[in-house]
C-alpha cells in the first residue's frame, strides 16, 4: 500500500499557496518535473485530483480545498512531533495567523501585539483583514489559526468566545442639522439620504433586522462594499451612515462625529473564533493567551 510522504504534503502546500508549480518548485528546491511527478503520486494515492493547470495558472479543485487545511494540519503535528511544543516555544519561532474583520483589527490588535512582540519577537505575525463570512471561511479552511469576528459569522465547525458588545451609531459630518441632537431616532433620520454597506455585509443584515422589527423605512440611497468608503461619502457631505462603534475616526480633527441611536438599541458581539476539531498551534494559542487577558469578558 502506497504511503503519503511528507515531502509531497509540504509540496502540495507549496503549490496551493504560490498557484503554480514553478515557484513551488524553487521553495521545495526540485526541479519542476520532480515536483509534477510528486503530485501526480499524491493524487494517485488520494485517488483524487487536487489541481486545475493552464499553461499561465493553477487553482485547487474542490477536492484539493477541502484537502489543503488537513495537509497544512498534518504537516504542523509532525513538526510538532519532531520539535517538541516546549522545544517550538521555548525557541520563540513561528508565525500565528489571524483573520479579523477591518474594524476590530485597528481596535483590538496594536496593544496584544505589542505585548505579544515583547514575549515572543520570534514569532510572525500575519493579519487577513477580510469581511465577516471570508473570515470565518479563512478559518474553518485552516488558512487562519483564529478569527476575531461577528458573532452573526458562526458555524458548526467553530466556537465563539465573547470579546466586546459594540454599538451602532449614526455617522455624520459636525456640521449636519442631526448633530444638534443627543440621541438620534429614526423619524430624525427619515429626511436624510442614508448611505448603507452590501446586503451581504454582516452590519448590513444586524441593521436590516433592526429595521424590520421596528416596520422603518429609511432613504437608503448610496450602497457601498466597505465601510471606510461610507464614512468618506459621509464625510463629502453626502448623505448620513449608521455603522459600528468601532468604525469611527479616533481623531478629534476629523470632520466626523456620531450619535447613539435612540430607543431600541443595535449591537453586533465581536468575539474569538476558532476551528472547533483541531487545537491551534502553539504561537497562536500564545497569542491567544494574551488577547484574552486584555479583551475577555467578564
Not at 503520486?41 to 488537513?70: D, H, N
Not at 496584544?112 to 479552511?141: K, W
Request: proline content about 5%; hydrophobic content about 45%; some cysteine.
Amino acid at each position: 500500500m502506497h504511503q503519503i510522504e511528507f515531502k509531497d504534503l509540504v509540496i502540495f502546500i507549496r503549490i496551493a499557496e504560490t498557484g503554480n508549480f514553478h515557484d513551488a518548485a524553487e521553495l521545495t528546491f526540485l526541479s519542476q518535473p520532480a515536483l509534477s511527478r510528486r503530485m501526480q503520486k499524491l493524487e494517485t494515492i488520494l485517488g483524487a485530483q487536487l489541481f486545475e493547470r493552464t499553461t499561465r495558472k493553477t487553482w485547487l479543485t474542490s477536492v484539493g480545498r477541502e484537502f489543503l487545511p488537513k495537509a497544512r494540519r498534518m504537516v504542523e503535528d509532525f513538526e510538532l512531533s519532531v520539535l517538541g511544543i516546549k522545544d517550538m516555544a521555548s525557541q520563540q519561532k513561528g508565525k500565528v495567523t489571524i483573520a479579523c474583520i477591518p474594524t476590530a483589527a485597528f481596535y483590538f490588535l496594536p496593544s496584544v501585539i505589542n505585548v505579544f512582540n515583547e514575549r515572543y519577537p520570534g514569532i510572525r505575525i500575519q493579519i487577513l483583514d477580510e469581511s465577516a463570512n471570508h473570515g470565518l471561511e479563512s478559518v474553518i479552511r485552516g488558512d487562519a489559526d483564529f478569527g476575531i469576528n461577528m458573532a452573526i459569522a458562526q458555524h458548526p465547525e467553530v466556537s465563539f468566545t465573547p470579546l466586546l458588545d459594540d454599538p451602532f451609531v449614526v455617522c455624520l459630518r459636525k456640521d449636519h442639522p442631526l448633530c444638534e441632537l443627543e440621541e438620534v431616532s429614526w423619524i430624525d433620520m427619515e429626511p436624510y439620504k442614508l448611505i448603507s454597506v452590501g446586503r451581504a455585509s454582516g452590519n448590513r443584515i444586524l441593521l436590516d433586522k433592526s429595521l424590520a422589527r421596528d416596520q422603518v423605512q429609511l432613504n437608503s440611497f448610496y450602497e457601498v462594499q466597505h465601510l471606510s468608503t461610507s464614512l468618506g461619502l459621509v464625510e463629502m457631505g453626502l448623505g448620513i451612515s449608521i455603522v459600528p462603534k468601532l468604525a469611527m475616526p479616533l481623531s478629534s480633527a476629523s470632520v466626523l462625529t456620531s450619535r447613539p441611536l435612540k430607543g431600541q438599541k443595535i449591537d453586533r458581539s465581536i468575539g474569538l473564533v476558532k476551528r472547533s476539531s483541531t487545537s491551534v498551534s502553539p504561537a497562536a494559542d500564545l497569542f491567544i493567551n494574551i488577547l484574552l487577558e486584555h479583551w475577555s469578558v467578564d
